[in-house]
Structures are given as C-alpha cells and as structure tokens.
C-alpha cells in the first residue's frame, strides 16, 4: 500500500539546479529514513543523499556533498532533493525510497529500502 511518486526532473545546463520531490502515501509506521539514488546507463544504482524520518541524521555520498540537500515535510508527506551546480556526471535516473528499521543511522545500501518510487530522469548538458 505504500507509494512513492517523485517528479521534478528535468534538462539542464552544467551549473544549474533542480529541485526533486517525492511523494509518499501509505507510510504509517515502519520507515526509518528516507533516501534518494541514482542510476546512470550502464551503471549500477548508488546511494546519493538520504534523511532519518525524524530528521536527526543526515547522509550524502562524497561526489555530492555540498551540492545537494535534502529535506522532509512530515506534515506533508514529502522528502525534496535539492541540486545545485549540477554536472554532466550527475545525469541519471533518479529514485526515491523509504528503509525500513536500522540502526540509528541512514542506510546507504539499496537492499536496506523496502519501497521505491518510479524514477525521475535528470539530465545535465555540457
């Protein structure tokens, strides 16, 4: 019953920013963070950023860290990405998703998420 839906992605220009947004419904109990991956042709799925569903850890991978943030609207459901001076290497399918249980800290492994979102393609021209 759970469902993950991001949009807000899009075609930009090296140096640009996009802002991403996912969705949830259905998550009544059970989710300890919320994360966001990307997934480049050829590549495989890598953990970009990710929250606590209480807000009190926070995540990134080192190839984004300082560029990227991520926030969460509990009230409202919705964890947003924020991207800024984007590069051509950032070009990927983006996906949202929810993690189950851990250990106190977000989960940076894509078998540590039980749902996911659809995807959201991102691309950066040079």
């Known amino acids: 019953q759970v469902q993950l839906v991001e949009f807000g992605g899009g075609l930009v220009h090296t140096g640009g920013s996009l802002r991403l947004s996912c969705a949830a419904s259905?998550?009544?109990?059970?989710?300890?963070?919320m994360g966001w991956f990307r997934q480049a042709p050829g590549k495989e799925r890598e953990f970009v950023i990710g929250i606590t569903w209480n807000g009190d850890s926070m995540e990134s991978a080192g190839s984004v860290k300082g560029r990227f943030a991520i926030s969460r609207d509990n009230a409202k459901n919705t964890v947003d990405l924020q991207m800024d001076n984007l590069r051509p290497e950032d070009t990927a399918t983006y996906y949202c998703?929810?993690?189950?249980?851990?250990?106190?800290?977000?989960?940076?492994?894509?078998?540590?998420?039980?749902?996911w979102g659809q995807g959201t393609q991102v691309s950066v021209s040079s």
């Open positions: 259905g998550l009544a109990f059970g989710i300890h963070a």
């Open positions: 998703a929810a993690a189950g249980v851990s250990n106190g800290i977000v989960p940076t492994l894509e078998r540590q998420y039980r749902y």
